[in-house]
C-alpha cells in the first residue's frame, strides 16, 4: 500500500524492508532482554497486584525498580506517541484498503471520491469512524472492551498473514508457470523463499486456532471471548464465498494469472525518475505527470 504512493518504490521499498527487521530487533528484543534483567517474573508489580492498569507496564516497573523516577514518565509519553503513530498507520492503511476495494468495485463507489490533495476523505472518515467503538468500554468496562478488541484485532492480523502468506505462494506459482525467473523479474526478492511464506502461512494458521483456547477449558466458556477470538474467520469465509457465489468469479492457474499489467508504466516511471534524479544534480528539471521532480 504505502509503494503505491512512494516516489521509488522500487528503490525505497527494498531499504525500508530490510531496515524494518533491524529496527524491531533492536527496540522489542532488546528492550525485553533490559527489562527481564531488571524485572524478576515473579515481581508483585508484573504479576498483577496494582490490577489493570498504566502501571503494570514492564517497562515502567523496570524504571521504578532501577530508582530513577523521571524514567517512567518518559517511558509513557513515548507509549503514547508509539500508540498515535500506530493509529496514523492504521488510518492509512485502512482508508487505502476502502479505497482500492472501492475502485475494483467491491466497496460502495463513493468511497472513491476524492479531496484536492488527491486523499480519499470519505475513506479515511470510515476509519476515523471506527474509534468511536472505544466508547463501548462505558457500559461494558474498560479492561473488558480491552479485552474483546485485542482477541478481535489479533485473529484479524494472523488473518492477514494467512492471506499473505497464501497471495505470495500463489503468486510465486503463477511465476514459474510462466517462466518468469524471480531474479530477473522482482526488484526485490525476500530469502528464504518459499520456505518462509509456507512457515508464516502454518505458523499463522496454528496461533490462530488456539488463540482462545481457554474457552474450551471446562469452566472457562463465555460466548462473547469465543465471537471476538474466532468470529472474524466466519466472517472473511461468509465474504470469500460470498463474492465467489455473486460475482461468480472463478479461480486462476498458475498460467491464468496476469503479471505484467501495467508493468511498462511502471518501468517508465522508474527510468523518468533516474533521469531526473541526474538532471537534478546538472540542475535540470523533469517532469513526471504532474510533477516537476
Request: charged share 15%; proline share 4%.
Amino acid at each position: 500500500m504505502v509503494a503505491g504512493e512512494a516516489i521509488n518504490p522500487r528503490k525505497t521499498m527494498p531499504r525500508a524492508f530490510v531496515s524494518i527487521i533491524y529496527r524491531l530487533g533492536f527496540f522489542f528484543i532488546g528492550g525485553a532482554l533490559c527489562i527481564g534483567i531488571v524485572v524478576p517474573s515473579n515481581s508483585p508489580s508484573l504479576v498483577g497486584s496494582l490490577g489493570p492498569s498504566a502501571a503494570r507496564s514492564p517497562y515502567v516497573i523496570a524504571m521504578r525498580r532501577m530508582g530513577i523516577t523521571v524514567l517512567p514518565d518518559i517511558v509513557n509519553a513515548l507509549i503514547a506517541t508509539s500508540i498515535f503513530s500506530a493509529g496514523n498507520a492504521y488510518v492509512f492503511g485502512t482508508s487505502r484498503s476502502l479505497y482500492a476495494l472501492a475502485l475494483k468495485g467491491q466497496a460502495p463507489r463513493i468511497l472513491t471520491r476524492l479531496n484536492r490533495n488527491g486523499n480519499p476523505y470519505l475513506c479515511v472518515l470510515v476509519a476515523n469512524a471506527l474509534s468511536l467503538l472505544a466508547y463501548l468500554s462505558v457500559s461494558a468496562g474498560t479492561a473488558k472492551v480491552l479485552g474483546w478488541w485485542v482477541s478481535l484485532v489479533t485473529a484479524s492480523q494472523l488473518l492477514n498473514w494467512i492471506i499473505m502468506s497464501s497471495t505470495w505462494l500463489r503468486f510465486n506459482n503463477a511465476m514459474k508457470k510462466q517462466g518468469l525467473s524471480r531474479d530477473e523479474f522482482l526488484p526485490y526478492r525476500s530469502r528464504f523463499q518459499p520456505f518462509a511464506a509456507w512457515y508464516a502461512l502454518i505458523m499463522s494458521i496454528l496461533v490462530l486456532l488456539i488463540s482462545g483456547y481457554y474457552v474450551f477449558i471446562p469452566g472457562g466458556w463465555a460466548a462473547d471471548q469465543f465471537i471476538f477470538s474466532y468470529g472474524m474467520i466466519f466472517i472473511v469465509i461468509v465474504l470469500a464465498a460470498g463474492w465467489k457465489v455473486i460475482k461468480r468469479t472463478k479461480f486462476q492457474r498458475g498460467h491464468e494469472v496476469d503479471l505484467t499489467s501495467g508493468l511498462e508504466a511502471i518501468e517508465a516511471y522508474t527510468q523518468a525518475y533516474n533521469a531526473s534524479q541526474e538532471g537534478k544534480k546538472r540542475g535540470i528539471g523533469t517532469r513526471i505527470g504532474d510533477k516537476i521532480f
